[in-house]
């Protein structure tokens, strides 16, 4: 194990750090040979939300099945392949399990280096398999654990200047969805509803210090329960597009602000967004928007490659591996795994 | 016919290596390591001292449970990702029937036990050099386990570490019904997954896919949402 050199530039990448079982072909970190997702949505519905036990239950029944469909889709044999990738952390850490000891059973098996990627990096990573990325950049991750602004001086390097202090956008997302009595996940939902929507109740917007780049979401959300308690009181029905629509505004309206005054601030020459929320057709219209005007090229995965996926684990693995990252077969689950720079 | 043996469904790991039915190696262990740490290092590493490939290999024999959801989940992800990418069959031997594959040359009745928390076991009754099944592996509180032991009226030997959790217990209910294995009987073994395994028909490689733990209790959440339906339906 731990070759420099790659014979064809081919990376297995595997993803199971909460409810979608994934894996992946990556060319040079930058194509996309074969992208499988096995989603686990359906299961967990009528739970309203992801159960963590039954998220391991279904990777295991899933994993090998999903890889072999990879390794399928590409017309690849195990011994094309030159690194095996898997996510590290963080994430559900019965979840995160499932993919590390395949990944290492396979690996091992195969006579294959394994490497460990950081989830985030991946959400961050996602954006190369589109364009390349340039630096220093600036990355907006919003997703469903997660809302920070990322400053990259260069590939492997992460500083996180801003952060939720409380709930993630896509958790005030879902939560907000489950006031509304959408099922999960909330997310796409309220994004429709808003988009419907013509009239918007208003809500706050959460701007914190003046100079902070960190966000908070939870005051928004109470704002949302607040206001349909007083209307169920009051005995008047709400407009769910209304409030999806004053809701999703405020959202976007700090996130856009934000990541607009860290882009001057650093002078970056690129701005991406990434993970789950990223999907969302209201931010991505605002970002591209104020970035155009500001002239900064601005860019977002396919919503495909925002949500969970093992296409941008591998392509966030290719730089780590050509920095002579690795890891070895006592892996664990890293369920609270900070990003770290590995420059 | 060479097979490798892997068993992490409680806190004990092992691994070993059987070649046409003589022991090659066995490790065993009951540290507190956490099997996503111990495991894969204790498979590279035993193949390492016998100086075998994993290509070698011509078959896996497993632990499927029940027991610690994790660790069953961690033996069951190494073994089917080998067995799957190795194209090698992959045979689940029943973890409460591999302990008590222990106790050899003892023709009464066998009780293993895994601690399952809150007064509650994973346990299994199994008879004699054959390990017929008297009571199937399931999840039972101790109490319930000790009423239907008390109407076999038969002596019954207790196998496994978390014995001791429960003995007082088993003692004041069973009196001298109730043997105690000897310690070295405690740790589930590899090579007993191995033996049990082999008394098994090697399945399809194809099958490997659909292979999925023992856990022998449904997810709590998935409980009480079952509950809740029967609720409504009463409605
Ligand atoms: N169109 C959308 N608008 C708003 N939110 C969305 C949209 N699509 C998905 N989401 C939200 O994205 C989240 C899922 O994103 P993702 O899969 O990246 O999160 P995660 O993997 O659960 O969390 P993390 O990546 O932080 O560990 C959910 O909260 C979901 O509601
Ligand atoms: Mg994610």
Redesign the pocket.
Known sequence: MGEFIMKNGMILAIES????TAAAIIRNGKEIVSNVVASQIESHKRFGG?VPEIASRHHVEQITMVIEEALAQANLKPADLDAVAVTEG??LVGALLIGINAAKAFAFANNLPIVGVH??AG?IYANALVQPMEFPLLAL??????TELVYMKEHGSFEVIGETRDD????A??KV?RVLNLP?????R???LAHEGEEAVPFPRVWLEEDSYDFSFSGLKSAVINYKHNMDQRGEQISPTAVAKGF?ES?VEVLTAKTLRAAREYQVKQVIA??????????RTSLEAVFNEEGIPFFVPP?KL???NAAMIGAAAMPMFEAGMRGNLMMNGRPGMELKSWV | MIWLGIETANTPLSVAVVKDGKVVAEMVQNIKLTHSAGAMPAIEEILARVGLKPNDLDAIAVSEGPGSYTGVRIGVTLAKTLAWTLQKPLVGVSSLQALAANVVLYNGMICPVFDARRGNVYTAVYQGMALEAIVDDYHAHIDDLLERLKALEVPILFVGTDVDIFWENIVEVLGDQAVRAPFSFDLPRATEVIRVATKKELPNVEATHYFVPQYKRIAEAEANWLKEQKEKQHE
């Open positions: 750090s909460c409810d979608e992801v963080p994430g989830h985030i959400h991750v919003v997703s469903g654990g997660h993630a956008a896509g958790e997302y879902d969805a999960y996940p909330g997310g796409p309220i994004d429709q999703q959202v990434a993970g789950g929320v990223a999907a969302n057709r209201g931010l919503l925002c949500t969970d």
